[in-house]
């Protein structure tokens, strides 16, 4: 999908809460997000949610920031996770697109929230999520995603967390993503 004006899915909704002038708990915005397309991953679209950049514990509730609009400049885990924060994303496949193996350095929560997934995992077991809330916690492993339907869209929310690199038989795994191996 080639067309950045148009999400595979109805945009996610996206509500910010803060404090209003008399201290009481109230909505900041309220907006929908619009994913981009993902050049190197061709059928995908991706849009920042919440990006949090000051270690934890954050420092969130005092600001008025956008977080979606914070930039992750470290390029180590290819711009995906803030050394000292999180960082809350949604991901979009077109029916029957598949990603490339990648691997970061964190620890990741994916939630299924529309749609159908398939991880795929570097020993080539493939686990089909369908429902939505189906989570699947990435600890430092190599993996990708394929969307099995013929017809719809999937879409899942992921938070990546900083991790040290997994350490594998006393060597650390680094961040990799391999566009070359076929994931099919």
Known sequence: ????????????????????????????????????????????????IWVTTDGLPVNDNNT????AKRVIEDPSNFGLVHPSGTNLRSTELEPGAVTPLHRT?????????SG????????????????PGDTVIQRGTMHAWKNPSKTQATRWITVLVAANPAIVNGKPLAPDFVIDKPTV
């Open 105 to 113: 350095s964190s620890l990741d929560y994916n939630i299924l929230v």
């Open 64 to 67: 008025h920031d956008d977080g």
């Open 1 to 48: 999908m080639s067309d950045t004006t148009s999400s595979l899915l109805p945009p996610l909704r996206r509500v910010v809460t803060a404090h209003n002038a008399e201290g009481l708990a109230a909505v900041e915005s309220n907006i929908l997000l619009e994913p981009l397309d993902m050049p190197a991953v061709p059928g995908a679209q991706s849009a920042a």
């Open 116 to 131: 159908e997934l398939v991880l795929i995992t570097e020993d080539g077991s493939e686990t089909y999520l369908k429902n």
